[in-house]
């Protein structure tokens, strides 16, 4: 018969000795843990105040760094029930480590673009960002102008030639700035008289009273005007563009002395009612151009193409439009040729987020709409002449390519 054998008390002593140990060793880990979390917590603190980083920031970091897996690991310490693989716990060092980064700096250490976006605020999903590079440098993000437009910088001499008549712009020779001639504006292969009657592009100005210092009277340091302003730019853009074979149509209302208690931060909402007019009107409108100029000074805004000023271009895209890839598509093909053209024209594509301004730019409307600035507030009306023109080439190009494609899949469904 087997004999039991009943432990002593000094056993007895020895077990319940190494289970308050293993419980008091787990509420020791946790004290730990919560005291290493509070300092964080307070380190955090300070370097927010030095870094001028936003508590959402950190928040948001720490949200991210934290997972259910952490608390399931730490009910692990007392239930055993609830044990984790040790190589998933997310108490391994490397992974510690990764979260105490993450929760300091918001730098992702598994994304090395948080570090460029920390660095670079134009990689920040919430500011803009540089979505295609132009060959006229990079000359920073255009700036958003209010009624003010800005403050001119005297960075060198402007085009000595003004408008003339602002209501009838003079005409404008543009030399061809590279051994590629520019296609013929009067005479166009594609077009027939039935394109140039359909009018398939539509021109507006969200901002319309936007002008230049060397335009105005005195040079006024408020490019502001109700008579010579970007609409005139606009204007000569659907001259050449119907000298294209390219019918458009543009719209010059004032928004300022026609919509009651007018706000200038409403702007797009004025400008969106316009465009739905025209499209309520003709169904017939495939491209939407917003035409604007910076406000940024003469040096950043100018490109001399063989010994000729032009005003830069800036195409802008609004992030806050869901199908905002398919106007940069667009916005890529006509900085495509008028940089084939007219190389150093172009300043990039911008992409720009609500937190940047309004962020959709009613782009949404069509995915051939786009916003431009040309120029700055230092730029003369002549020299946004001469690159409404070279934009009317790259825009006639980019519509005919269109057509011949759209012509050509036709004729594939027939046969």
């Known amino acids: 018969m087997k004999r039991t054998v009943v432990p002593g008390p000094w056993r007895l002593f020895q077990r319940r000795l190494r289970k308050v140990l293993a419980t008091g060793r787990a509420y ?26 936003s508590p959402s920031q950190s928040m948001k970091g720490f949200a991210a760094s934290v997972s259910g897996r952490l608390f399931e690991s730490m009910l692990g310490m007392e ?18 480590a990764a979260f105490l980064v993450r929760f300091l700096t918001d730098l992702n250490p598994d994304d090395p673009k948080s570090l460029l976006a920390i660095e670079l605020p134009g990689m920040s999903r919430d500011e803009s960002v540089l979505l295609r590079s132009g060959s006229g440098g990079d000359s920073g993000a255009p700036e958003d102008h209010g009624p003010s437009g800005g403050t001119p910088s005297d960075n ?27 296609p013929d504006r009067n005479a166009s292969p594609q077009s027939n008289d039935d394109d140039a009657d359909r009018k398939v592009v539509f021109i ?3 901002h319309n009273r936007e002008s230049w210092v060397p335009e105005l009277e005195g040079g006024n340091k408020d490019p502001n005007d109700d008579k010579i302003n970007i609409t005139l730019v606009g204007k000569r853009l659907a001259k050449q563009l119907e000298a294209q074979g390219i019918g458009a149509e543009q719209s010059s209302q004032d928004y300022a002395s026609t919509i ?21 009107a003709n169904d017939d409108l495939q491209f939407f151009f917003d035409i604007h100029r910076d406000s940024q000074g003469r ?3 100018t490109k001399k193409i063989n010994g000729v000023d032009y005003a830069q271009v800036y195409f802008i895209i609004g992030h806050k439009n869901p199908n905002w890839k398919e106007n940069e598509a667009f916005a890529s093909r006509i900085q495509e040729k008028l940089e084939k053209s007219y190389p150093g024209l172009s300043r990039g594509i911008w992409g720009k987020s609500a937190a940047n301004g309004n962020g959709e730019y009613n782009q949404s409307v069509s995915p051939d709409s786009v916003l431009i600035e040309i120029g700055g507030i230092e730029n003369t009306i002549r020299e946004c002449y001469r690159t409404a023109d070279a934009l009317a080439e790259a825009i006639a190009e980019v519509y005919w390519e269109s057509q011949n494609a759209e012509k050509a899949n036709v004729n594939l469904a027939q046969n």
């Open 204 to 206: 507006y100005h969200s």
């Open 79 to 96: 239930l055993p029930q609830m044990k984790t693989d040790a190589s998933t716990s997310p108490f391994q060092a490397g992974r510690l």
């Open 28 to 53: 020791f880990l946790l004290s730990l843990c919560s005291m290493i979390v509070f300092v964080l917590l307070g380190l955090a603190g300070m370097l927010q105040q030095s870094y001028n980083v």
């Open 260 to 280: 009651k208690s007018y706000n200038w931060n409403n702007s797009y909402k004025y400008s969106q009612q316009t465009v739905k007019q025209a499209l309520a």
């Open 156 to 182: 060198g001499p402007a085009d000595s030639q003004s408008a003339q008549q602002p209501s009838d712009p003079p005409p404008v020779q543009s030399p061809a700035p590279s051994s590629q001639q520019p």
């Open 299 to 301: 040096s950043k805004t």
